[in-house]
């Protein structure tokens, strides 16, 4: 199983806070049984799950130019019509996944193209499934383009996931199903595609990065 390279330190830290809790429990109850073994359980229950959360899975993606996959692991809250003022500046679709505390967390590029915007927002931390979010919540907006069209995704902090990693760059051609970044603890990303988009999915969907499609393109 490999291990996302920007998590190592988070995991670190929590090992080294159990492995220390061990130490204590054992030196100062070891001999209190029915403490220490519990106690010993749930901190080797935290150490493999920390592990666990932080994976970086192996995925087959979608392939074709016009077929957006999903961004994140989670499931579909919100498939609705909205006006997008930061970069398309025009109606579009908002799909929105959620990703709760089990969801790999590791985000992908959903299409092959160019970054033409980036621009992260510090904001509040409200829960991540409210509609307010998508505008009040710290998040990094990313602006993609190919021949088949402009995007916009979000990157959303929530309550818990206060930690952001995004990778995009101006100018820089990325390809559909490489990582773009990861947001640690769950949250949320929201998808804007262009009106006339072949949505693939519905509210309620359990979706899967670089697997699952989200929309087709047209010219």
Not at 63 to 88: C, H, M, R, S, W
Not at 91 to 114: A, L
Not at 144 to 152: P, V
Not at 190 to 196: A, E, K, T, V
Request: proline fraction near 3%; charged fraction near 20%; glycine fraction near 6%.
């Amino acid at each position: 199983m490999k291990i996302h390279k920007d998590c190592y330190r988070t995991i670190a830290y929590v090992w080294l806070i159990c492995l220390t809790l061990l130490f204590l429990t054992w030196w100062f109850v070891g001999k209190v049984l029915f403490v220490s073994i519990p106690l010993t359980a749930v901190l080797v229950f935290i150490m493999g799950f920390i592990t666990y959360f932080f994976r970086l899975p192996k995925r087959t993606t979608v392939q074709g130019e016009n077929v957006l996959t999903a961004v994140a692991d989670g499931e579909i809250v919100i498939l609705e019509k909205v006006y997008e003022p930061e970069y398309l500046k025009q109606e579009c679709i908002q799909v929105s996944i959620y990703m709760n505390f089990f969801n790999v967390h590791v985000n992908f590029w959903p299409m092959d193209g160019e970054v033409t915007y980036y621009k992260y927002h510090p904001g509040k931390y409200y829960l991540a499934f409210l509609p307010k979010a998508s505008e009040l919540n710290e998040h990094s907006s990313v602006g993609m383009e190919n021949s088949f069209g402009r995007i916009l995704f979000k990157q959303l902090a929530g309550t818990f996931a206060r930690r952001i990693v995004c990778y995009a760059k101006e100018g820089e051609k990325v390809k559909k199903g490489s990582q773009c970044g990861i947001i640690k603890f769950g949250s949320r990303i929201d998808m804007y595609l262009p009106l006339d988009a072949d949505i693939k999915v519905e509210i309620g969907d359990d979706v899967r990065a670089c697997e699952t499609v989200i929309a087709e393109l047209h010219k």
